[in-house]
Nanobody, 123 residues
């Protein structure tokens, strides 16, 4: 069974950086896709970045240049580095996974979800 546990959220000041982590268990074999989604109050959940077991990465246009998704296979951990933090980044961030490669950033395409990590950026 796949389990995802996010960590690294918190209250940060605008202009700073933050790295979210997602500890992965039960997702050993290829193919797979992993992604970060976010949901702000009153808004729909949206995808921000994804990568798959083939090494492909994808970013939503709104985060290109400021967000970086990566995976440490030895540590079995997915990361999301967020630079140049802005208040509009404030949201609950979720790690997600599915046992297929090159899956687009739509929430209904992902089978496994973490519990979320809150990121709040103060101006």
């Amino acid at each position: 069974q796949v389990q995802l546990v996010e960590s690294g959220g918190g209250l940060v000041q605008a202009g700073g950086s933050l790295r979210l982590s997602c500890a992965i268990s039960g997702l050993t074999y290829r193919p797979y896709s992993m992604a970060w989604f976010r949901q702000a109050p009153g808004k729909e959940r949206e995808g921000v970045a994804a990568l798959d077991s083939g090494g492909n990465t994808y970013y939503a246009d709104s985060v290109k240049g400021r967000f970086t998704i990566s995976k440490d296979n030895a540590m079995n951990t997915l990361y999301l580095q967020i630079d140049s933090l802005k208040p509009e980044v404030t949201a609950m961030y979720y790690c997600a996974a599915v046992r297929r490669s090159w899956v687009p950033l739509f929430p209904d395409k992902y089978s496994y979800w973490g519990q979320g990590a809150q990121v709040t950026v103060s101006s």
